[in-house]
């Protein structure tokens, strides 16, 4: 049974930093791109960032360049989202994706339907 399970949210004071975790299981990943993206109270959902995981290529959302950093340990089977600089508008339920039929750069517009696996949530809450 594939999984892909987010932890690592919480509660942090703006300006903060957090790290979600990824990890992902019940198949090989070597041919996807992975993706977070979050939404937030009343928001549609929305890209964060991607990598593809056999090459390690990445892309962000504007709204988080240069401030979060995505990547992936092929030994633990997990993506992580580095997020740095942390602001009140990052608060959001972050989602992990997985799509083999994707590129970093447009899995943004990729319907959510379209994708091949989804993780359940995990919450980030960054107070001002």
């Known amino acids: 049974q594939v999984q892909l399970v987010e932890s690592g949210g919480g509660l942090v004071q703006a300006g903060g930093s957090l790290r979600l975790s990824c990890a992902a299981s019940?198949?090989?990943?070597?041919?996807?791109?992975m993706g977070w993206f979050r939404q937030a109270p009343g928001k549609e959902r929305e890209f964060v960032a991607a990598i593809r995981w056999n090459d390690g290529n990445t892309y962000y959302a504007n709204s988080v360049k240069g401030r979060f950093t995505i990547s992936r340990d092929n030994a633990k089977n997990t993506v992580y989202l580095q997020m740095n600089s942390l602001k009140p508008e990052d608060t959001a339920e972050y989602y992990c994706?997985?799509?083999?039929?994707?590129?970093?750069?447009?899995?943004?517009?990729?319907?959510?339907?379209?994708?091949?696996?989804w993780g359940k949530g995990t919450l980030v809450t960054v107070s001002s």
């Open positions: 994706a997985a799509d083999r039929k994707t590129t970093v750069q447009s899995m943004g517009a990729r319907r959510g339907s379209d994708m091949d696996y």
């Open positions: 019940g198949r090989t990943f070597s041919n996807y791109v």
